[in-house]
């Protein structure tokens, strides 16, 4: 009599972006492989921690800008309410701009969108078997700035500021206005606004026209534009 060796259950992924193609496309992807599949979507926080709840997903993969709250945020949260659940950061942005930043709101690895997606499946299949995945340039950066390492003027500027201000400066950088950073950051032209004037005052620019220089000197800096 023959005994048929047990399937190894495959494990769960729950996709968070509030670009449905994209999303498509990375269930597609995950569901592809013989060993991982899709188990929830979601485009926004809140709908992401109500289907955590009940899909019970192993990873999380969570854009860093979502509709309503920063992926930063959601991160943070899924931590609190879901202490075991891995997180995956996979963003548009540079990684020298969030990197560090995801990896401290409690996220376990950090991949760009333009990456390969052998790279992607590379990272999910790491962060899944305990390890942290972040590119090597990232790594020693993070290890430079742990043993002493003079900052650079774009580390320095990104300590300064919180996570949702980088944002904010980095789309002035790209050359947006408060309403399309509005737009693009799913948050009121008002709160732009508030964000640019404490960026201003964390850098001591004195006018609007040295915190655009600013910005978008440092855009060109990290490789924004």
Not at 24 to 30: D, Q, S
């Amino acid at each position: 009599m023959s005994h048929k060796k047990p399937t190894k259950a495959k494990r769960r992924i729950l996709i968070v972006d509030d670009h449905p193609l994209l999303r498509e496309g990375v269930a597609r992807l995950i569901n592809d492989q013989p060993d991982l599949m899709v188990c929830g979507e979601a485009e926004a926080p809140s709908a992401a921690l109500a289907v955590a709840d009940t899909a019970k997903p192993d990873l999380a993969v969570v854009d860093i800008s979502l509709k309503d709250q920063s992926g930063l945020e959601l991160i943070k949260d899924f931590k609190v309410r879901f202490p075991n659940l891995l997180v995956l950061a996979l963003s548009v942005h540079d990684e020298s701009v969030y990197a560090e930043r995801a990896l401290r709101a409690g996220a376990r690895g950090y991949v760009m969108k333009r990456e390969a997606s052998d790279k992607v499946l590379e990272a999910i299949r790491s962060v899944l078997e305990g390890n942290v995945y972040i590119s090597n340039k990232i790594a020693a950066g993070i290890l430079d700035k742990v043993t002493g390492y003079p900052a650079g003027p774009a580390r320095s500027a990104l300590d300064v500021l919180s996570d949702r201000e980088t944002e904010v400066l980095m789309w002035i950088g790209k050359g947006y206005g408060s309403n399309q950073i509005a737009k693009q950051l799913h948050i009121s032209v008002k709160t732009v606004e508030a964000h640019r004037a404490n960026i201003k005052l964390k850098l001591n620019l004195s006018s609007s026209n040295e915190l655009l220089q600013c910005a978008i000197g440092w855009a060109q800096q990290i490789g924004e534009i």
